[in-house]
């Protein structure tokens, strides 16, 4: 775990691949857990959850520092106001330089996956998505990145909608039929590179970034500038 910026209301962290935001059922130290173990001991601190990352992607998240900031940042998220933004290596070419995706998507609560429709059915909640060319890889013409962003914030959205598209992310294990049965250890190529928000006490615009590590399956990149994307989805 690596902190990116604390003040007195909120801490910015990097969250590793493969472990969970928050606890789960299977017992596995969790970002949440780490945070209230590091801040015990500051009786003016109490840890918040503001949003959660799938627990294979790595990337930032922001955490609330007290029970103010967690209500004023929570009507963020429900204004939208919170801005993500991820990077991802997926398995084929885009038709797009870039595009807006929207679909529809339910959860599938008894194998934990998202079924993504193109058009409403029952139980289906609308998910948006945008995303930009990144490269190419370099290494395998197969592959490209991809900057995303999403103006929604369903259930493994990202994975579900680029694996509907014909781009399933490398690595993943649930959407990607080419990785589904393998035994190969690998990290899913997803990262949470940008969160932009205001802050909770002060209301001043804030962005925080960090670039995916610099190894499989990532290319080094000296720039992951966010886009503008469309204000009216």
Known sequence: MKILYEDNDIVLVIKPPNMPSQPDKNGTLDLFSLLNEKYSKDKNVEIGLVHRLDRPVGGIMIFAKNINSLRKLNIQIKNREINKYYVAKVCGIPQFQSKVQVNYIKKLKTINMAKVYETKMAYC??????YRVLDIDKKDQNYTYLNIYIHTGRFHQIRAQLSYIGLPIWGDRKYNKAFVKSKGD????????????????????????ALPPCNEPWVYFDSLDKFEYSKEI
């Open 125 to 130: 909640k609308r998910a948006v998505l945008e």
């Open 186 to 209: 690998y990290n899913l190529a997803l990262w949470a590179h940008t969160l932009s928000f205001r802050h909770p006490i002060s209301n001043k615009p804030m962005s925080f970034s």
